[in-house]
């Protein structure tokens, strides 16, 4: 899209990458809203078939836009290299079109995850284990389908035309609603158990109305519980009482005011639900910990990208491989260390560390970070070399030469961004979904997506700042609009990495001092129950 927007609507760069981390922004930010609607009202199938429809609108708003030549500047003047840039009324359409394939990846995006999820058993042991090889395979198709879309259909945008560029994807996506909708029949469906964002409130609004209240010296056995009420939120089991955060606890005293048989739900409240509260802010920190790996990686669709358009792409006397295909680099080291996690590395951990998914899903976020960090860290001394070549030919003031380097040099840093995600970004996915409440399923994959929200505006914020404070007088900036060449673009992934470091080491702390979710687990049919009543999902 970067191409489109510099090349189509002749967007400045820096606005034009502002505007895609927008974007991703606001799409990875939506998911918290169609979360709440599946949980609490739609269930997850209906809300990803409703979701998919408003996105089908969006992507066929967006290819009208790419197709009718009133929504779109003219082309630029070829003598002078002067191009208008796009009018109000066509960036009115460009950001409608944007917005509603958001509003409709919310939907989709947080329910996906958990649909498929849904298909396994948490009661049947066997399938319960094998969960964790669903996420990396969901991942892995998504790669798949990015590798797809990085290659084919960025050569069909190229070469043939945007119309068919961003028609096939829009064609493709209303195929997949159909078959979708038509499996409706073969799916396991789980009915929505009310808004769990409601219960956290009545959970915060019962601490504080009895925050005057004296706490129990008995530990949780005095505190209230509820079978019955709790029974549609905790299939699987219930939530079992921690120390920590010992103020929310008050919401679960049973004083004179309260009725244990028919409780008011904003004055009393079951441990099962204080607990749900005190899993979600224990999984704040490491959800905080995850923005900056998305805002290292929201560069390799912008600034790298325009770094692969100066370089030499030249793989035959007629092909060049289009900039924007660079990150199939991404795509192949993902799918491939997914592959090689999967296949060769789990095995192999499993025998030391006895863990069924071979290491924590915390050791595999950590070990995401320190591959980010080098991928940064590279980053900044590839740029070096990309400029020393430039300098060396005389191209430094010639922005549109091609400077005779080549774009594989900028592949080490795109290799170790898939690496990072294929660690990170899944074991965040796994994390999420293991820990959350189990009510709060589709809110899992959400704040999953909350923090792709936050890294995309992270990057806008730092972009916004570094361009605007590192310019100088004679007019240079780290971050120019017009020639990358007389910028230092460096200084800017180094920054980066430099704020990953910290990051590693606050990561490093959080994981150290994170306290599992311990659930006792319901008894099965023959009365007994399963494995040793209380288990840390975790260490599952």
């Not at 922004?25 to 269930?43: E, N």
């Not at 080491?505 to 994981?511: L, N, S, T």
Request: a neutral charge.
């Amino acid at each position: 899209m970067i191409s489109y927007l510099t090349t189509q609507l002749h967007l400045p760069l820096t606005k034009a990458a502002n505007t895609l981390t927008n974007f991703g922004g606001t799409a990875a930010m939506t998911p918290l809203l169609g979360a709440f609607i599946a949980d609490a009202f739609a269930g997850r199938f209906w809300t990803i078939t409703a979701a998919s429809i408003i996105y089908q609108i969006g992507m066929i708003s967006l290819t009208i836009s790419a197709v009718v030549p009133k929504l779109r500047p003219p082309t630029c003047d070829g003598k002078t290299r002067t191009c208008e840039e796009a009018d109000s009324g066509q960036l009115a359409v460009l950001y409608v079109s944007l917005l509603l394939t958001a509003l409709g990846s919310g939907g989709i995006r947080p329910c996906v995850v958990s649909f498929g999820a849904d298909q396994f058993d948490e009661n049947d042991p066997e399938q319960k284990t094998a969960t964790w090889k669903f996420f990396n395979w969901y991942y892995f198709c998504m790669g798949a389908s990015i590798l797809v879309a990085n290659t084919v259909i960025v050569y069909v945008q190229d070469n043939v035309g945007w119309g068919w560029g961003l028609g096939i994807p829009a064609i493709a996506m209303a195929l997949s609603v159909v078959a979708f909708v038509f499996g409706y029949p073969l799916y396991r469906v789980v009915d929505p158990a009310g808004s769990p964002f409601t219960r956290l409130v009545q959970v915060a609004a019962a601490a504080w109305r009895k925050r005057k209240v004296a706490g129990c010296d008995g530990g949780g056995a005095l505190l209230y519980e509820n079978e019955s009420i709790d029974a549609p939120i905790s299939v699987g089991g219930k939530l079992v009482h921690t120390d920590s955060m010992k103020f929310l606890d008050k919401a679960a005293i049973v004083t004179e005011k309260d009725n244990p048989k028919s409780p008011n739900p904003w004055h009393l409240s079951t441990v099962h639900r204080v607990e749900e509260l005190k899993t979600l802010i224990r999984m704040g920190p490491i959800w905080a910990a995850g923005i900056l790996l998305i805002t290292a990686a929201a560069q390799q669709n912008t600034f790298s990208l325009q770094q692969a358009k100066s370089m030499n792409r030249r793989l035959t006397g007629n092909f060049q491989i289009p900039p924007a295909s660079m990150s199939v680099f991404t795509q192949i080291s993902m799918l491939s260390t997914i592959l090689l996690y999967d296949r060769i590395f789990v095995p192999i951990a499993r025998k030391f560390t006895g863990l069924d998914r071979g290491i924590s899903f915390l050791t595999r976020i950590g070990i995401g970070f320190v591959i980010s960090l080098l991928a940064t860290l590279a980053a900044g001394f590839i740029e070096l070399r990309r400029k020393s070549s430039a300098g060396t030919h005389g191209l430094l003031d010639r922005p549109h030469e091609t400077i005779p380097i080549s774009v594989f040099w900028l592949a080490p840093q795109y290799c170790l961004h898939g690496m990072a995600e294929a660690f990170m970004s899944i074991g965040h996915l796994e994390f999420f979904y293991d820990q959350a409440p189990e009510s709060m399923r589709s809110t899992a994959p959400a704040l999953f997506w909350l923090s792709i929200s936050a890294g995309s505006y992270t990057s806008t914020l730092l972009i916004t700042l570094v361009h605007k404070y590192s310019a100088r007088p004679d007019g240079s900036n780290w971050l120019p609009d017009d020639n990358l060449n007389r910028g230092k673009l460096e200084y800017l992934y180094w920054l980066i990495t430099l704020l990953q470091f910290l990051n590693l080491i606050y990561y490093v702390m959080c994981a150290k001092f994170y306290t599992f979710k311990p659930v006792q687990v319901r008894e099965s049919d023959d009365g007994r129950q399963k494995e040793d009543g209380v288990e840390l999902t975790g260490h599952v």
